[in-house]
């Protein structure tokens, strides 16, 4: 029994394709199914079966798709109210793939239909995929079904964890779908592997009391991003296989009437060459941070959007990560030289700096010192005299930015170039602290 990890580090998550060396099944693979495809025709295998541990917040599911392609029979969990045909499954259910066996464990607490899956196979260690269940060192948060649901489901995430670690052999492996940065998770996770034994050790959903856990648990909860709202949804629906052909290109003139028409125009370099020359009006999330995370958080939904990347196969990444999150049509593209994009306009640029930098000039003369990182985060320690907008709620709090020169700082560089960008387009005057918040403590 072969274990192939499908990594999607952007939003944080992981799908699994499992096979005995003929016969194969996937768990809850991610919209771009040709990952998927790949590895299938890699290891010289069939696809019987997709499983989904659960309807996804963070994501828009390739399951459906993948399945009518490869005429794989869909699991998904019997009381989900689907718009498509699917293959019901529920609680101790047993499928046969070939020579594994797959058991559906109930595992409400994420959502209330929430599945895990036990595979085994003669002479293999046993491996529970759990979804947004048992995560590594935490568990998937129980908040985004509402808030009215949230203490029920944090309870029954509890239980869900004693459950798997009560069933399951020590030795069973644990892969999770959430838990690598994923906003999915209640807390930050731990480690790249893990077993039932060690999480009994460490997981404080099987270390504490139910009472401890659950107070602990909702406390800790963060903000998620916007677009989440919207993913239930979809996959409910049941998405289609996205189209990842390259969107038509726009010469300057239409990116200067896209701008002035008020949609978004997204330039996916760095935060540093952004800073250094843009087109007006464009807003920089950079193909090498949290891009969809970001873009999908900020952008109103429905916003025509167009993208603009050094090459095409920048462009061909940001594209494939937008249709993750049910982002599928851009209005266009264009590549190559930032000249070329402004049509021999004078491009606009800011400066960068670092805290050591920031410390200096305000010795010298007034400055807004402006923190966008999360509310948790500006909790745990903040610059003084700083004033606190985070990122996801700049856009419609602009007019508190106080008057004057804007030093714009997060964590580490990449949510303040994202600021900086939209202060810029605002005509603001804007310095960008591209730095480690660390050295300024």
Not at 41 to 63: A, C, K, Q, S
Not at 223 to 235: G, S
Not at 268 to 285: I, K, M, S, W
């Amino acid at each position: 029994m072969e274990i192939i990890t499908i990594d999607t580090p952007s939003l944080g998550d992981r799908s699994y394709v499992v096979h005995d060396g003929r016969i194969a099944f996937a768990v809850d693979p991610q919209r771009d199914i040709d990952r998927v495809l790949a590895v299938l025709e890699d290891r010289g295998v069939r696809l019987e079966h997709v499983f989904e541990t659960h309807i996804h917040n963070d994501y828009v599911t390739g399951g459906l798709a993948l399945a009518r392609l490869t005429g794989a029979t869909y699991h998904v969990n019997a009381d989900d109210p689907v718009g498509f045909e699917r293959s019901p499954i529920s609680d101790g259910d047993v499928v046969d793939v070939g020579s594994m066996r797959v058991r559906a464990l109930a595992t409400p607490g994420h959502t209330f239909t929430h599945l895990s899956y036990a595979a085994a196979a003669d002479g293999a260690t046993p491996v529970v995929f759990t979804g947004g269940s048992l995560l590594y060192g935490s568990t998937g948060r129980p908040d985004l079904l509402g808030p009215e649901h949230t203490e029920d489901l944090a309870h029954a995430q509890h239980a869900s964890a004693r459950r798997l670690a009560a069933e399951l052999p020590d030795d069973t492996r644990v892969l999770p779908t959430h838990g690598f940065g994923s906003f999915c998770s209640a807390t930050p996770t731990s480690g790249d592997e893990s077993t039932i034994g060690r999480e009994k050790q460490v997981n404080p959903a099987l270390t504490v009391d139910e009472q401890s856990y659950v107070e602990s648990l909702i406390a800790g909860l963060d903000v998620y991003p916007a677009y989440y709202a919207h993913m239930a949804p979809a996959n409910l629906a049941g998405p289609a296989e996205p189209d990842l052909s390259l969107p038509d290109r726009a010469d300057a003139a239409e990116l200067r009437r896209r701008i002035d028409a008020g949609e978004w125009v997204v330039d996916l370099r760095t935060r540093t060459a952004f800073a250094a020359g843009h087109v007006a009006g464009t807003l920089n999330f950079g193909i090498d941070g949290g891009f969809a995370t970001y873009l999908g958080w900020l952008l109103p939904w429905g916003t025509p959007l167009t993208l603009l990347g050094e090459t095409v196969e920048q462009v061909a990444e940001a594209q494939r990560e937008l249709v993750r999150i049910g982002v599928d049509r851009l209005e266009a593209a264009a590549t190559g030289n930032v000249r070329e994009w402004a049509f021999g306009g004078e491009l606009r640029s800011f400066e960068t700096a670092c805290f050591a930098d920031l410390a200096q000039v305000r010795h010298h003369r007034p400055v807004v010192v402006l923190d966008v990182r999360r509310r948790s985060e500006w909790d745990e320690g903040h610059l003084d005299g700083a004033v606190h907008i985070p990122l996801h709620e700049l856009l419609n709090r602009m007019d508190e930015v106080p008057d004057g020169e804007v030093w714009v700082h997060c964590k580490s560089g990449y949510r303040a170039g994202i600021a900086a960008s939209l202060l810029d387009a605002a005509g603001r005057r804007v310095v960008s602290i591209n730095d480690d918040f660390a050295v300024a403590a």
